[in-house]
């Protein structure tokens, strides 16, 4: 196994064209029934057509796409569109997840919530503004859920080959919501161990990015016991590692670049690696001031600064760098105790690489 990666393996076979044209024909579908049932739904077909075409690293159906081709399994546009199923799922995950933190943009755009607050007022509708957003993109969240189950059924693969797929689904689908509620959760309680940042992070990011996926493409593949342990043993250090590198954006990373303002997760108080490592290993009146400036909502620019320094100083950083390394390399080291095709094998390293080494 090589660890270069000269063509994205998103971009492989055709990969992200066959994603993106499985997602926009059955959105083309959907906005019909919308627009037939009243003429209001207009705006909500063109937001998540918006929010799921104009963007997003198509990573999860990859995982699935390369994790199904590594198991032995035939490619077709059918299993390619089941797979785009995943893509409303993290649709759904980010509307919500923006609207719990009041964010205000999602890769350099307005939210949902706050594109629909907008429209209202632009239209000067009656009652509040923000209410009507958030509202909105409760629903539009939901929706994105029901889509990615009725894209799961309706792409074209036999029902018993989905049947057999469709247990993984649930539960990944199940484990991201609780992963939300359990951040919320730790937000209020303050809780800021180790421990629990990283049962956050699992839940509600790392096992629907990579393990889960892949699990999805072995079952559809009906992939032998022991490709499914080595999904497993490669997928969730490897999501934990992408978990982490998106908290060190988050921290760290340039707008420009994340699509996110700078500081957001330290606006947000959010209890991340970073932070919890942070508390571990600053003394009483650094771990005072991190605390302090953690979770205000108008934290400004020298407020930020001022508690990246502490992350820096503390070591966090450096240690949840080391961190990422140390994962992806055991998540590699997986790879190598299963008989896998040669491609998709390749895909996976560099796959491993692309979900870590994201620029800041």
């Known amino acids: 196994?090589?660890?270069?990666?000269?063509?994205?393996?998103v971009d492989r076979a055709g990969l992200r064209q066959r994603i993106d044209k499985a997602l926009t024909e059955f959105l083309a579908g959907q906005r019909g029934w919308l627009t037939a049932v009243d003429d209001g739904l207009l705006p909500v077909a063109e937001a998540v057509e918006a929010f799921v075409l104009g963007g997003g690293k198509r990573l999860r159906p990859a995982?699935?796409?390369?994790?199904?081709?590594?198991?032995?399994?035939?490619d077709s546009d059918q299993v390619v569109a089941t797979l785009a199923a995943l893509e409303f799922v993290q649709a759904s995950a980010l509307i919500h997840d923006d609207l719990m933190d009041r964010s205000d943009t999602r890769r350099g755009e307005p939210a949902m919530h706050r594109r629909f607050a907008a429209r209202h007022r632009t239209a000067g509708w009656g009652g509040d503004a923000d209410a009507f957003g958030d509202a909105a993109a409760i629903?539009?969240?939901?929706?994105?859920?029901?889509?990615?189950?009725?894209?799961?059924?309706?792409s074209g693969l036999p029902p018993a080959t989905v049947a057999r797929a469709r247990?993984?689904?649930?539960?990944?689908?199940?484990e991201v919501t609780v992963g939300q509620y359990l951040d919320v959760l730790t937000q209020a309680t303050g809780d800021t161990s180790l421990d629990r940042?990283?049962?956050?992070?699992?839940?509600?990011?790392?096992?629907?990015?990579v393990e889960r996926p892949l699990l999805l493409g072995a079952a559809l593949a009906g992939a032998p016991p022991e490709v499914h342990a080595a999904y497993s043993a490669y997928g969730l250090p490897l999501g934990e590692a992408f978990q982490l590198?998106?908290?060190?954006?988050g921290v760290f990373g340039d707008p420009e670049r994340t699509g996110k303002p700078a500081g957001d997760d330290l606006r947000e108080g959010k209890r991340t690696y970073l932070v919890a490592a942070a508390l571990e290993t600053l003394d009483p009146a650094g771990r005072e001031a991190l605390l302090a400036g953690l979770g205000v909502p108008d934290l400004d620019a020298a407020g930020v600064d001022r508690l990246r320094e502490l992350i820096s100083t503390s070591g966090a950083l450096e240690r949840a760098e080391r961190h990422i390394t140390a994962l992806t390399e055991s998540a590699l080291a997986a790879l190598t105790a299963v008989d896998l095709d040669t491609e998709a094998r390749q895909a996976l390293v560099d796959l491993a690489i692309a979900a870590t080494r994201r620029p800041a």
Do not use: Q
């Open 1 to 9: 196994m090589t660890h270069a990666a000269p063509v994205s393996p």
């Open 63 to 74: 995982f699935g796409y390369w994790g199904y081709r590594g198991a032995g399994g035939i």
């Open 139 to 154: 629903l539009l969240g939901d929706l994105c859920l029901v889509w990615s189950d009725e894209l799961l059924h309706s």
């Open 167 to 174: 247990p993984v689904f649930d539960e990944m689908r199940t």
């Open 197 to 209: 940042a990283a049962k956050v992070a699992r839940y509600k990011s790392a096992k629907y990015t």
């Open 245 to 249: 590198r998106d908290d060190v954006l």
